[in-house]
């Protein structure tokens, strides 16, 4: 225990931190599996509603589940495509302060959480994802709800290594002299005016 | 004082006004009445009455019985630092409330209510939906004095200077709403059409004596303007049309002026307390450092007129008394008003003292595509089905998507100084946020393909709270400053000395 560059129960090399990290290659996989099953299930749910159902009603003119069949393809085509383009565009990065996640092959995102909003994460397995071996991770925060965080196409014991490390640098960051402000948030805390709140040590303002 | 809530001091919880179980009735009797129209149908088989009435009156005294018992079994009260509530006959319940995770408290005090001497006291909380604190019915005073003791606990647990504690202390006024700011208020709301619409729903419901006065004086009115032409046919029903969207002009202000009458904006202290209502009063208080973020919105109409609306968005669970944590700060106030208001409600910031910058002029050229494209996609068709003179319309809208992508320029602007960023956009429905740096959860750059034709992308700034499309942001600024913002903001909302996943 006198040894304390030691980081202590979190496996070093699963997670490297500050360097963008692809997701594993098998999620291709993944993904052409939910894009088959998906496009398959909307097409089939369309044809059979044509055959069984929609084509003895005089009151809709149109084909529609001939229609929805045509979409399951064109899905189904966007779903053979896509998933190698995804892959090539998807990276995260864990760096000391957030973490930041860049993907999109037509509407491009990157998103960076800071990790001292995480309230918590979770590791996920779907059955396409047993089926390949791979995990996701999902951060949330307080923030918006539908806009929670997920890394997908991650090895289980890189997810588990992940959350190990946002877990404990959020803990190793509380317990940082900086938490000696009261425990309120900075706004509406000190009503004199012209002091910047407490922390922002590393961020200069906007000049 | 150890573990306070292990096993609860019962003498420090206490019971709710007796009038809940009279309060409780009506939705008791409502949850009853399913069974009751059922034994209906079920004894008018029999060809009696007198089963019916039987049960009725049994389900009657059944739900009185569930209100007594249920007022017997729930105590609230403070227990530490913990709102501690119980509650529940058959199953119990016991729901503790950390002080420092309250977001607002409101006081709403129906006709009912205020005839009886009550009050409903709605604790918010930002966890998930359900997890705020309902206490139905209690005592005026005591709900008075329950809150002042609350907050006060709840300024001791946060380590803030707390209120003046004084419940005859109102606090000092920030901002009156006078009877025509609300007339106003009522007058430019987008309410119209819905009011229109939910008349029409209530006669449907109110049932066929109004269809049928509907339907003869329709008869009449019809009988009368046979004997008239066409035009004058047409001229009449547009006429009725504008009747009914006066109406419905007049409805909107009156029910905005019901629901804000008396609108007051108090701060006391770490507090804020909105007061309004002619038939339902409330009173909410919110501690000023849990509002997330400040928004000036302004529709068409208020623009013209120079006025403007403040809202408040806290990270509380969706109450019915504002949709989710959104606090008004103002209903109406004169635009250049607004921005001292933000100010006096949260110091720190000050907008007059913002330099808002413009966003990239390419933005001029990506919106005038989109309109472009979005115009000539809904134009062309029936310009290309018509043919001949009607091209007209869609090399018009060109010039039109032009002029609009212009204004919609000189509506975006962005500054980010002074811990807060502050976004405003709009080319019809004025918005601008205030955002604190501290409030900000998540960050993200988002670049569609349109915006990347011309380097530019939208930074969306997530808060506590907001839902949906309610969060900041600023479109198209250039990727790198957009990057470079995002950047800066994730370290800021990271080092502003909060607990772990503080909101």
């Known amino acids: ?207 | 004082m150890a573990e306070p809530d292990a096993d609860a001091p019962e003498a420090a919880l206490q019971r709710l006004h007796f009038a809940t179980t009279i309060a409780e009735l009506p939705a008791s009797i409502k949850s009853m009445l399913l069974p009751i129209i059922a034994i209906f149908v079920a004894s008018k088989a029999q060809a009696t009455g007198r089963n019916f009435l039987i049960f009725a009156a049994v389900a009657g005294a059944l739900s009185v019985l569930g209100s007594i018992l249920r007022y017997i079994a729930t105590r609230y009260g403070l227990v530490g630092d913990q709102l501690v509530i119980r509650s529940g006959v058959l199953f119990k319940r016991r729901r503790s409330i950390p002080l420092q995770r309250i977001q607002n408290i409101d006081l709403k005090r129906g006709v009912f209510h205020r005839l009886l001497g009550v009050a409903e006291v709605r604790v918010e909380t930002a966890g998930s939906e359900g997890s705020e604190a309902h206490l139905r019915v209690v005592g005026k005073q005591a709900a008075e004095l329950f809150r002042t003791d609350l907050l006060r606990r709840r300024g001791l647990a946060l380590g803030t200077g707390a209120a003046p504690e004084t419940a005859a202390d109102q606090g000092q006024v920030l901002r009156r709403s006078s009877m025509l700011e609300l007339m106003v208020a009522g007058a430019t709301e987008n309410r119209a059409g819905l009011i229109i619409g939910s008349l029409f729903g209530l006669t449907e419901v109110a049932g066929i004596e109004i269809d049928e006065a509907i339907e003869t004086v329709w008869e009449q009115l019809s009988g009368q303007m046979a004997g008239l032409g066409a035009g004058a046919q047409v001229i009449a029903g547009v006429a009725a049309g504008m009747l009914l969207v006066f109406a419905g002009w007049v409805v909107s202000i009156v029910l905005e002026v019901t629901k804000h009458f008396g609108f007051t904006l108090r701060e006391r202290g770490d507090e804020l307390r909105c007061t309004y209502g002619l038939l339902t009063r409330i009173e909410a208080v919110v501690p000023r450092p849990r509002l997330q973020l400040l928004r000036i919105e302004g529709n068409p109409l208020q623009r013209l007129l120079g006025v403007r609306t403040v809202i408040g968005e806290t990270a509380g669970t969706a109450g019915d008394a504002q949709a989710g944590g959104r606090v008004s700060l103002s209903p109406l106030l004169p635009e250049a008003e607004a921005a001292g208001l933000c100010h006096q409600v949260l110091p720190e910031y000050d907008l007059r003292n913002v330099a808002l910058q413009p966003v990239h002029p390419l933005a001029v050229r990506r919106a005038f595509l989109r309109y472009t494209m979005i115009g000539l996609a809904l134009l062309g068709g029936p310009a290309w089905a018509l043919g001949g003179w009607y091209w007209a319309v869609p090399a018009a809208w060109i010039v039109v998507a032009r002029v609009f992508a212009r204004w919609r320029y000189r509506a975006l602007r962005w500054a980010h100084q002074d811990a807060c960023v502050v976004a405003r956009s709009g080319l019809w429905n004025r918005r601008i946020w205030l955002v604190p740096e501290s409030k900000v959860q998540s960050v993200s750059v988002t670049s569609s393909p349109f915006q990347r034709r011309y380097g530019l992308s939208t930074l969306h700034v997530h808060t506590a709270g907001t839902s949906g499309l309610g969060h900041a942001r600023i479109a198209d600024i250039a990727t790198e400053l957009a990057q470079d913002l995002r950047e800066k903001l994730a370290r800021a909302s990271n080092g502003s000395g909060l607990l772990r996943g503080g909101i």
């Open chain 1, 1 to 207: 225990m006198t040894d304390d560059d030691t980081p202590g129960p979190r496996p070093p090399d699963l997670v490297q931190t500050g360097v963008p990290c692809k997701l594993n290659r098998k999620i291709i996989k993944g993904w052409y599996w939910s894009g088959i099953l998906g496009s398959i299930a909307f097409a089939g749910g369309g044809l059979l509603a044509e055959y069984f159902w929609l084509s003895e009603q005089d009151w809709w003119p149109l084909p529609m589940g001939v229609a929805a069949a045509a979409v399951g393809l064109f899905i189904l085509a966007l779903g053979l495509i896509t998933p190698v383009l995804a892959w090539r565009h998807w990276t995260y990065t864990i760096r000391e302060h957030d973490v930041l996640m860049e993907f999109g092959i037509v509407w491009k995102t990157s998103r960076s959480v800071p990790r001292l909003r995480i309230q918590h994460v979770d590791v996920k397995i779907d059955p396409i994802d047993r089926l390949l071996g791979l995990a996701s991770v999902t951060l949330y925060t307080a923030g918006s709800s539908g806009e929670d965080a997920e890394i997908p196409g991650l090895l289980p014991e890189i997810a588990e290594a992940i959350r190990e490390e946002l877990l404990i640098t959020s803990e190793m960051l509380d317990a940082l002299p900086t938490d000696d402000t009261p425990p309120v948030d900075a706004a509406g805390t000190a009503p004199s005016d012209g002091d910047a709140p407490p922390g922002a040590p590393g961020a200069p303002h906007d000049g």
